[in-house]
């Protein structure tokens, strides 16, 4: 079944209540993804500070790091590393650690367990910034790991997040392993954000690369996109998992039920709509 929540904010003053709310929409949809969570935040300055590198590992820890690398910044976010260095300097110092999130200003956070007490442990609500998505996960494809939970992230300051499953996902990874394409796990929405990150680099806009998807992937799915630039919604052509957008002049957000919503600061005078089947939307700081 799995929860998607995502906050997009226009209104600066409301930064340092990012991950305040973002903690708080998260919680209102932990039934529909008891198994594990995620989030991906744009902006904190000290998950992510301006001008640094920024590197989400899982198999690894702030004490292996500083080993490893005499001197770094690791911070320990339950079973996250978030490490201030380069993807290529990490990758050379910690071949073993996965890496699950990289970009200036970004930082991805995951575990397995219950989606509240692993936002207490990410530190979530303390978390400041312009942009963040969450997921709540009910394991259907893979086993239940760090490394299954959502958000995916495969590109520079790219995530996904997906409720939903994609029935084709074994012959679009083949194809893309024969473009020279690798995965980390066997989760069906990995396929999905490869998919989006392979066209994002030969030139795609978000947009077009989600029109692409559409085209290509088979299921049910609702996705929620986001860059270091945009927040991007789309559902399949039977638009049968549920998907609600709320947009002020404040704010945009995206999540799986309106009590996830209903948490958000000026709620009630928002536009709410259903996001129309096979529709790109595209917010854009």
Request: charged content about 20%.
């Amino acid at each position: 079944m799995c929860g998607i929540v995502g906050l997009h904010l226009r209104e600066p003053s409301l930064e340092p209540r990012l991950g305040e709310l973002l903690a708080a929409m998260l919680g209102q949809v932990v039934e529909r993804g008891p198994d594990s969570a995620g989030v991906a935040v744009y902006g904190d300055p000290w998950l992510s500070p301006p001008g640094q590198a920024v590197v989400s590992l899982l198999g690894t820890s702030k004490a292996e790091v500083a080993t490893a690398l005499p001197g770094t910044v690791a911070i320990d976010a339950d079973a996250t590393t978030v490490v201030h260095a380069g993807v290529d300097q990490l990758a050379a110092a910690l071949p073993e650690a996965t890496v699950i999130g990289s970009g200036e200003g970004f930082a991805v956070l995951k575990g397995a367990g219950n989606p509240v007490a692993l936002a207490e442990s990410f530190g979530l609500a303390d978390v400041t910034g312009w942009q963040g998505i969450g997921h709540t996960r009910m394991a259907t494809e893979s086993a239940v790991t760090p490394e299954g939970a959502h958000p995916f992230s495969v590109g520079a300051g790219q995530c996904l997040v997906h409720n939903g499953s994609f029935a084709n996902h074994a012959t679009i990874r083949r194809e893309l392993r024969a473009q020279g394409v690798e995965f980390d796990s066997e989760n069906d929405s990995e396929v999905g954000a490869r998919f989006i990150a392979h066209h994002l680099a030969q030139g795609a806009d978000l947009e077009k690369a989600l029109k692409l998807l559409c085209e290509r992937f088979d299921g049910f799915y609702t996705l929620l996109v986001s860059t270091g630039d945009s927040f991007a919604v789309v559902r399949d052509a039977i638009a049968c998992k549920p998907a609600l957008v709320a947009e002020t002049d404040a704010w945009v957000a995206m999540a799986s039920e309106y009590r996830a919503l209903d948490v958000l600061p000026g709620i009630e005078n928002a536009r709410i709509f259903e996001p129309e089947p096979e529709e790109v939307y595209v917010w854009r700081r």
